[in-house]
């Protein structure tokens, strides 16, 4: 079996905390260097259901998405939620390894596991990566799809091949409109709307998209616009985190057990509406 230290090693080859932002929290939260490493359980954020799962499993690692302290804290007392989670963990012996903004521009990153859930062909990235000769890293990613559809056709696919949950799928523009060229980006992604119109692209699938900044770029050029829920665009990326790492582990002989948590960990828990279009 191999030691933590050594997965975390090769889980920082493949995500380099160094290419985090400088605001972000990645790199290991809890756990003993020296212990041996059999279960690993991918998630995306560090929740106590995802902790309690990992106990249930009896997974030695969690490996998330999302950090559990992106601000910093002063306390991990057990009276706070994300106190519970670190106490829960440490007694159970369970490390929390966190690949955030080091993972959304990797090659291949999160934005490339949102092209695969929704099988369409990544071209480039959507803001490559200055430091990356071969112009493979990035943030989002520009894909084309096999043969032109509608927006809403492509809404549709979005729908049926991305996890479900309450939001669904929301789409701004002419449902009408022909898409042969998409942008992707894993989570919130309104803050690329430059880069989108920079590429061409015909549509942009993205999360977390707010009133105002979709109200300006549907003004701004017949961009079609589609927001889903911003856990279900990152989680395929554990799906891929998963074989990525069982591969290092069949490569290595270390024979761990790769686990992907289908909890849906999304904030919001219904939806209801009063007759407005689906």
């Known amino acids: 079996m191999p030691r933590l230290s050594e997965v975390i090693a090769a889980l920082d080859a493949l995500w380099p905390p160094e290419r985090a932002e400088g605001w972000d929290a990645v790199g290991t939260v809890c ?149 042969k060229t998409v942008a992707v980006s894993g989570g919130s992604g309104d803050g690329l709307f430059d880069a989108v119109r920079a590429s061409g692209a015909d549509a942009f699938l993205t999360a977390d998209l707010r009133h105002h900044p979709v109200s300006e770029a549907t003004q701004h050029a017949p961009l079609g616009l589609i927001d889903a829920a911003h856990w279900a665009t990152e989680w395929p990326w554990c799906e891929q985190a998963a074989a990525q790492l069982d591969e290092i582990s069949d490569r290595h002989g270390w024979d761990l057990r790769v686990h992907v948590s289908k909890t849906v960990t999304d904030p919001w828990s219904s939806h209801h509406s009063s007759g407005a279009p689906n």
Request: glycine content about 8%.
């Open 31 to 179: 756990g003993e260097p020296d212990a041996e490493v059999r279960r690993v359980l991918f998630a995306v954020d560090p929740v106590q259901e995802i902790a309690d799962e990992a106990v249930k499993l009896g997974a030695d690692l969690i490996v998330t998405h999302h950090p559990l302290y992106l601000r910093g804290t002063t306390t991990v007392a057990a009276d706070h939620f994300k106190g519970r989670v670190v106490h829960t963990l440490i007694k159970h012996d369970i490390a929390l390894h966190v690949a955030h903004t080091n993972a959304d521009t990797a090659d291949p990153g999160v934005s490339d596991a949102l092209a695969g859930a929704l099988d369409i062909r990544v071209v480039r990235p959507l803001v490559p990566d200055a430091t990356d000769p071969s112009g493979r890293r990035g943030l989002g990613r520009i894909c084309e799809l096999d043969h032109p559809m509608t927006l809403g056709e492509f809404a549709a696919r979005a729908a049926a091949r991305l996890p479900a949950t309450a939001q669904g799928i929301r789409v701004a523009g002419d449902t009408g409109a022909l898409v």
